[in-house]
């Protein structure tokens, strides 16, 4: 049993997290991260409505009695989603735990705090998880540049990203970008994190609601199977590689700018890759990672996998270099 800051303030076993994934953040896979003694999120934004999200909640409830958590992700939309109605659906619902990600989440947060909901805010840099904590978030992710959707502008990957933020904040974080295995955690460990958020890894397991396909595919794919898209519209976003990413990538490249390439990026296109297996249907996020990944396992059997040879890993392997 691994116990830090991040197991103590949300009251599960494992310091593992299952962040919000778009369209994969349902119930199903939310209650296996739960049971399995992590803490899992609900993507709010994949639910149509609030009210969806409502029986969302209601529905992991039905399927597990431990702690779980909601994502709730500002960003900017043409036509931005209710999210004061979310908010308020969340509150309602009686969850006490929130992942925020993307924007500033300063006007829920009086929300949130006032229902007694811990926030864990998502961020891509060290200015930025300075300043979740000073507007009183609970705790942080901190996403590297080798992340999965969303890695920031400035490039910084883990290895250095995690210590600088360690240095600077005081309340517990979450390691995010690369992680898949026990190595991956205990390394975040040692850099100064208190567990590890994981989003890609946990798309590659047999409870995640995508096609068989996608998660063969996932298996095959190496490290250098990513793309990097929006690179030049400073909104930069990393997904698998695939037919459309590398043609949206071609066409940014040579000037082109998001009305020529919004039809190709539309979310209910990255949808059909997960519903049909299309694996070109669409864009759809996967991390560097995947070139750690060899199996589909089950929930159960990964978060069993990870902390049982971490532990090994800090009592055997690294106690043994010690003289």
Same mark, same amino acid.
């Given at each position: 049993?691994l116990?830090t800051?991040?197991?103590?303030?949300?009251?599960?076993?494992?310091?593992?997290?299952?962040?919000?994934?778009q369209?994969?953040?349902?119930?199903?896979?939310?209650?296996?991260?739960?049971?399995?003694g992590?803490l899992?999120f609900?993507?709010?934004?994949?639910?149509?409505?609030?009210?969806?999200?409502?029986?969302?909640i209601?529905?992991?409830?039905?399927?597990?009695?431990k702690p779980?958590?909601?994502?709730?992700?500002?960003?900017?939309?043409?036509?931005? *989603?209710?999210?004061?109605?979310?908010?308020?659906?969340?509150?309602?619902?009686?969850?006490?735990?929130?992942?925020?990600?993307?924007?500033? *989440?300063?006007?829920?947060? *009086?929300?949130?705090?006032?229902?007694?909901?811990?926030?864990?805010?998502?961020?891509?840099?060290?200015?930025?998880?300075?300043?979740? =904590?000073?507007?009183g978030?609970?705790?942080?992710?901190?996403?590297?540049?080798?992340?999965?959707?969303?890695p920031?502008?400035?490039?910084?990957?883990?290895?250095?990203?995690? *210590?600088?933020?360690? #240095?600077?904040?005081t309340i517990?974080m979450l390691?995010?970008?690369g992680?898949?295995?026990?190595?991956?955690?205990?390394?975040?460990l040692?850099?100064?994190?208190?567990?590890?958020?994981?989003g890609?890894?946990?798309l590659?397991? =047999?409870?995640?609601?995508?096609?068989?396909?996608?998660?063969? %595919?996932?298996?095959?794919?190496?490290?250098?199977d990513?793309?990097?898209?929006?690179?030049?519209?400073?909104?930069?976003a990393?997904?698998?590689s695939?037919?459309?990413?590398?043609?949206?990538?071609?066409?940014?490249?040579?000037?082109?700018?998001?009305?020529?390439v919004?039809?190709?990026?539309?979310?209910?296109?990255?949808?059909?890759?997960?519903e #049909?297996? #299309?694996?070109?249907?669409?864009?759809?996020?996967?991390g560097?990672?995947q070139?750690?990944?060899?199996?589909?396992?089950?929930?159960?059997?990964?978060?069993?996998?990870?902390?049982?040879?971490a532990? #090994?890993?800090? %009592?055997a392997?690294?106690?043994?270099?010690?003289?």
């Amino acid at each position: 049993m691994l116990s830090t800051r991040f197991t103590e303030l949300f009251g599960v076993e494992h310091p593992i997290a299952q962040g919000g994934m778009q369209w994969v953040g349902r119930a199903e896979l939310v209650a296996a991260v739960a049971n399995a003694g992590a803490l899992g999120f609900l993507t709010a934004l994949t639910q149509p409505t609030p009210e969806d999200l409502t029986k969302e909640i209601a529905r992991t409830r039905e399927l597990t009695d431990k702690p779980f958590g909601v994502n709730l992700t500002i960003l900017p939309s043409i036509n931005p *989603p209710p999210y004061e109605e979310y908010r308020q659906a969340i509150v309602e619902s009686g969850v006490k735990i929130v992942e925020t990600a993307g924007f500033n *989440p300063v006007e829920h947060l *009086p929300s949130f705090q006032d229902a007694g909901i811990r926030v864990v805010h998502k961020c891509t840099s060290v200015r930025h998880a300075v300043k979740a =904590q000073s507007i009183g978030v609970d705790a942080v992710s901190i996403d590297g540049f080798e992340c999965a959707g969303h890695p920031g502008e400035d490039d910084i990957p883990g290895l250095v990203l995690i *210590p600088a933020a360690a #240095d600077k904040i005081t309340i517990p974080m979450l390691a995010s970008g690369g992680f898949a295995d026990a190595r991956g955690l205990v390394a975040a460990l040692a850099l100064g994190a208190d567990g590890i958020n994981m989003g890609t890894r946990f798309l590659c397991t =047999q409870e995640a609601p995508v096609h068989q396909r996608v998660k063969e %595919q996932m298996v095959a794919a190496t490290e250098r199977d990513t793309e990097l898209i929006f690179r030049p519209l400073r909104n930069t976003a990393r997904v698998a590689s695939n037919e459309v990413s590398r043609k949206v990538v071609e066409i940014l490249d040579g000037g082109g700018q998001f009305e020529d390439v919004r039809e190709l990026v539309a979310g209910t296109r990255g949808r059909k890759v997960f519903e #049909d297996g #299309d694996l070109d249907a669409g864009i759809w996020s996967s991390g560097m990672v995947q070139g750690l990944i060899t199996d589909i396992p089950s929930v159960a059997e990964l978060v069993d996998r990870i902390v049982t040879e971490a532990s #090994d890993l800090i %009592q055997a392997r690294l106690a043994g270099l010690t003289r």
